[in-house]
């Protein structure tokens, strides 16, 4: 009780209300003895008209005037004082509003972050997960899923998602495409049936594209090096990706992207790139000995010292196509090519190893 009573004084005295009080007590302690004195002088004058008592008169009248305009005067200063002081008041309130405000958002960030780091740790246990292909599966959605809900995440968990991709093209070391070499210029290569990705993989890459097409950025997937001979990869998206030193050969790409991609030195020895688009790609020094390029789109690819040795591009658009020779062409099996402006080599070059008569 005594306590309370304390905290009300510290408040009132804390908002200058107290001030209030001044007023007040000066009108008490000389205000009301004047208006006495006045009455009094007051009622000599009426009873006796004198000089000296009409004197007395004036000096009451102009003592309880002097009195009224200071006490006025306090009262105007006190309430000055009190809006000052109940001002900030009310701003040092408001600040620790803010501060409250901004304490409760940062906790609000840190267990939403706190939230995400333990789902991307789950989702990585996930993937992990070496015996069942439905853990893995949910690990690739649950990454998806967090890449919504944290944007700031989101290139991360594309690093994740092509590192586990590298991660399964490695264990594949001993299904690699096989080559034979013949006593020719060319090299004849023996294919395979192409092995199908893993619906985890797909899926990775699926997810994996969602991402970055959303989530728009210079920086590119990292797959150098990776080894994907003898898969069917129909259709998969590799757009911008680093895919120096990848090897592709015996693969089927039908239709897949490679646009802006970085394909130096790549290896697509007798893969099937039927309609696949490699706009703007790096292929210097690629390898397409043997590969079926047929409709392939090339438009603006830098093609300097690529193979293309026994390479059958019926239909390929080569417009605009970087750093091409006659020499590199003059072995390949053209019909209906277009050819980038400068290279003196007939569209139809070859076309009868085709089975086609020009």
Same mark, same amino acid.
């Given at each position: 009780m005594q306590r309370t009573r304390i905290e009300r004084i510290k408040k009132t005295v804390k908002s200058g209300w107290f001030l209030i009080f001044i007023p007040v007590g000066i009108t008490l302690l000389f205000l009301?003895?004047?208006?006495?004195?006045?009455?009094?002088?007051?009622?000599?004058?009426?009873?006796?008209?004198?000089?000296? #008592?009409? %004197?007395?008169?004036?000096?009451?009248?102009?003592?309880?005037?002097? !009195?009224?305009?200071?006490?006025?005067?306090?009262?105007?200063? *006190?309430?000055?004082?009190?809006?000052?002081? #109940?001002?900030r008041v009310a701003n040092r309130n408001a600040a620790i509003a803010n501060k409250n405000s901004r304490i409760a958002n940062r906790n609000v960030e840190i267990a939403n972050a706190k939230q995400v780091t333990e789902r991307f740790s789950k989702a990585i246990d996930q993937l992990g997960n070496e015996d069942q292909i439905q853990v893995r599966l949910g690990g690739?959605?649950?990454?998806?899923?967090?890449?919504?809900?944290?944007?700031?995440?989101c290139w991360t968990i594309v690093e994740v998602l092509s590192s586990f991709i590298r991660e399964y093209a490695a264990k594949r070391k001993d299904e690699r495409f096989s080559l034979e070499v013949k006593a020719t210029d060319n090299q004849t290569l023996k294919k395979q049936e192409p092995i199908r990705l893993p619906t985890d993989i797909q899926t990775a890459f699926t997810v994996m594209d969602r991402i970055y097409k959303e989530r728009t950025s210079d920086r590119r997937i990292d797959?150098?090096? !990776?080894?994907?001979?003898?898969?069917?990869?129909?259709?998969? #998206?590799?757009?911008? *990706?680093?895919?120096?030193?990848a090897k592709f050969c015996g693969a089927d790409l039908n239709?897949?992207?490679?646009?802006?991609?970085?394909? !130096?030195?790549?290896?697509? %020895?007798? *893969? #099937?790139?039927e309609i696949a688009f490699f706009k703007d790609a790096d292929l210097t020094g690629a390898d397409f000995r043997s590969a079926i390029m047929?409709?392939?789109?090339?438009?603006?690819?830098d093609l300097e010292g690529a193979q293309l040795q026994g390479a059958q591009l019926q239909g390929a658009d080569l417009e605009n196509a970087k750093c091409l020779t006659k020499e590199q062409l003059s072995q390949s099996k053209l019909y209906k090519t277009k050819l980038p402006a400068g290279i003196d080599i007939n569209p139809n070059h070859n076309c009868e190893d085709l089975g086609i008569t020009p």
């Amino acid at each position: 009780m005594q306590r309370t009573r304390i905290e009300r004084i510290k408040k009132t005295v804390k908002s200058g209300w107290f001030l209030i009080f001044i007023p007040v007590g000066i009108t008490l302690l000389f205000l009301v003895p004047a208006v006495i004195r006045l009455n009094k002088d007051t009622a000599q004058v009426h009873k006796d008209p004198t000089e000296e #008592n009409k %004197r007395e008169f004036d000096v009451s009248l102009e003592r309880v005037k002097a !009195i009224t305009s200071g006490i006025g005067t306090l009262a105007t200063i *006190a309430g000055g004082i009190v809006l000052y002081l #109940n001002f900030r008041v009310a701003n040092r309130n408001a600040a620790i509003a803010n501060k409250n405000s901004r304490i409760a958002n940062r906790n609000v960030e840190i267990a939403n972050a706190k939230q995400v780091t333990e789902r991307f740790s789950k989702a990585i246990d996930q993937l992990g997960n070496e015996d069942q292909i439905q853990v893995r599966l949910g690990g690739v959605y649950s990454l998806e899923r967090i890449a919504k809900d944290s944007p700031e995440d989101c290139w991360t968990i594309v690093e994740v998602l092509s590192s586990f991709i590298r991660e399964y093209a490695a264990k594949r070391k001993d299904e690699r495409f096989s080559l034979e070499v013949k006593a020719t210029d060319n090299q004849t290569l023996k294919k395979q049936e192409p092995i199908r990705l893993p619906t985890d993989i797909q899926t990775a890459f699926t997810v994996m594209d969602r991402i970055y097409k959303e989530r728009t950025s210079d920086r590119r997937i990292d797959l150098q090096g !990776i080894d994907f001979s003898n898969t069917d990869l129909v259709g998969v #998206n590799f757009t911008g *990706a680093n895919l120096i030193d990848a090897k592709f050969c015996g693969a089927d790409l039908n239709v897949a992207q490679f646009n802006r991609a970085l394909l !130096i030195k790549a290896d697509f %020895r007798a *893969a #099937n790139v039927e309609i696949a688009f490699f706009k703007d790609a790096d292929l210097t020094g690629a390898d397409f000995r043997s590969a079926i390029m047929d409709g392939a789109q090339l438009q603006g690819a830098d093609l300097e010292g690529a193979q293309l040795q026994g390479a059958q591009l019926q239909g390929a658009d080569l417009e605009n196509a970087k750093c091409l020779t006659k020499e590199q062409l003059s072995q390949s099996k053209l019909y209906k090519t277009k050819l980038p402006a400068g290279i003196d080599i007939n569209p139809n070059h070859n076309c009868e190893d085709l089975g086609i008569t020009p």
